[in-house]
């Protein structure tokens, strides 16, 4: 099971790429041991949005269908953790409450997904349906300030946005500042590892496949809307993983981190790393959110602006994204270094060949 | 005993009837050649065999289970295997993961890997098994989408135009291939128009004109037919 770690489908394999990992990962976990708490307290806000990163990664680069709507399902877990947490009584619930908000919005990913795929929705037409669902929600949670607009206890409250749901919680102990970023840091470690696992097993091949040439991904007797279903439900779960960890983390969520500057962010953060790798979207992705943050101290205005210019950038320059760029010519560089220049395979669109 | 019946098929796009009451039979176990000139509905009849067009009117069989309104993924379930006119493989992915892309539900692990190899080294592939599909030239691609096409180990193989762009020596070397799966037992359905390879593969011809049957038979008969050839075939061909 774990040789799916490494493939032809993502970046990086073999004592090199795992020492790095492990390096990259022990740096995180001894982090909070240097730094102070606020800067902890915003390295875990970071980390909330990689998973709507990786999901995006998932669902546009690997199984070619262009979600302009992640925050359509992190405001559907994200107010869904906040209701069920303040109707279950906060405290260990808290855990249910995440488990299910991201189960709610996995159903209604597969709610919506169903009837675009079997509908035949694919290409541009794909982000504009996603886009408009999250408009609508965004739109309509905007319009419930009235007292009458409540789940139980849970009221919505409009622009202003709901709050007043616990953190995350175990017994007694409040899952902050240090504890919110181990867990952040585990739950990354996991869902990448998955993923990879995921993107190099028969099932991935077939994604690829299916991103490559439907036709003749069904040509060899797969139902290619059930996988491309699955793509959208796992990426649409990890944006609803997000939603629910950002209503824990700061407990309030408003229609604003639903509409459209928000809904564009993940298709900067991906395009920018590279959409058809894990690990490029990973760090860039964490790059780009550390830069958008220490800029927005200063002006947010600014912050938009260079986000708008990077995606032009990277539209322009680099489409297959700076990240991904980057790794792919330290792979060629290292394979060359180790095969000599001469031998070097050319490759479009991956960063590494099977070495069979 | 037939494995495919296509039972008055038509199919009509708007105003154009390309197919119109086509039956056609494929028996277990023959190399059945569609020809045609251009126009004739070859492609077409070929596309709503294989699931890609649902038809106007009418039925098809395969093994006797009526799959007309089965998409193409149920029917490769059942045995079909596809290979379309203009090279269909997946471009950016290497030519190794293609091959196991169309492999891997039916084997696993070392088989699975032995099979892909026995496959690349069968289709002069696998020098170039590390290569991305689209750095092949045209006569590769189609060469690994028949190899695509075999790794299901079909009862039924269904190839529209599979020496299209390649050269005299590739054409009579996919032949050879053709008549070597058929010894095994596999059924071939090929939509062909170059004579030379329907001659050297063909047990049974029909003929298409007009997206209607105009004649069918074996090889030979259809050969000397006097008005197959004049009409459609051109003498020269022919004789």
Known sequence: MFKLLEGPQTLGRGRMFWSCFLVGLGAALTYPLFADSYDVGNFAYFLIWIFMALGLCLMWGYGGMLSFGQTLFFGIAGYGYGVLAINMGGG?????????????????????????????????????????????????????AGPEWHIGPARLNGFNGMKGMDPLTVGDFYIEGSALYYVMVALIVIVYLALRMLVNSGIGNVIVATRENPQRAEMLGYDVRKYQLLTFVIGSGLAGLSGALYTSWGQFITPSSIGLPAAAMPIVWVAFSGRSDLTATLVGSFLLLFGFQTITVYSQQAALVLMGALLLATVMLAPQGFVLGIGKLVADWSRGRRRGDGDVIAEAGRLQSEES | MALVEVKGVSKRFGGLTAVSGVDLTVNAGEVHCLIGPNGA???????????????????????????????????????????????????????????????????????????ENRLLTLLNLAPDSDKLAGALSHGQQQWLEIGMALALKPHLLLLDEPTAGMSPEETYKTGELIKSF???????????????????????????????????????SILQDEKVAEIYLGKTHAH
Do not use: C
Request: charged fraction near 15%; avoid cysteine; glycine fraction near 8%.
């Open chain 1, 92 to 144: 260990s619930a808290t855990i249910a409450a995440l488990v299910l908000s991201v189960v709610l919005a996995m159903i209604a990913a597969g709610i919506l997904g169903y009837f675009m795929i079997w509908g035949g929705i694919n290409g541009i037409f794909f982000g504009i349906v996603t886009l408009s669902a999250t408009l609508v929600l965004a739109f309509f949670l905007g319009q419930t």
């Open chain 2, 41 to 115: 509905g070859k492609s077409t009849l070929f596309k709503l065999i294989v699931g890609l067009y649902p038809p106007t009117e009418g039925s098809i069989l395969f093994d006797s289970v009526d799959i007309t309104k089965e998409r193409p993924y149920a029917r490769v379930q059942r045995g079909m295997s596809i290979k379309m006119q203009a090279p269909s493989v997946f471009k950016e992915l290497p030519v190794r993961q293609n091959i196991q892309t169309a492999l891997q539900e039916r084997l696993s692990g070392a088989e699975r890997i032995a099979e």
């Open chain 2, 182 to 220: 058929n010894a095994e037992g596999m059924t071939v359905l090929v939509v062909e128009h170059d004579m030379a390879f329907v001659r050297q593969v063909a047990q049974r011809v029909t003929v298409l004109h007009l997206g209607k049957i105009f004649a069918r038979g074996d090889l030979e």
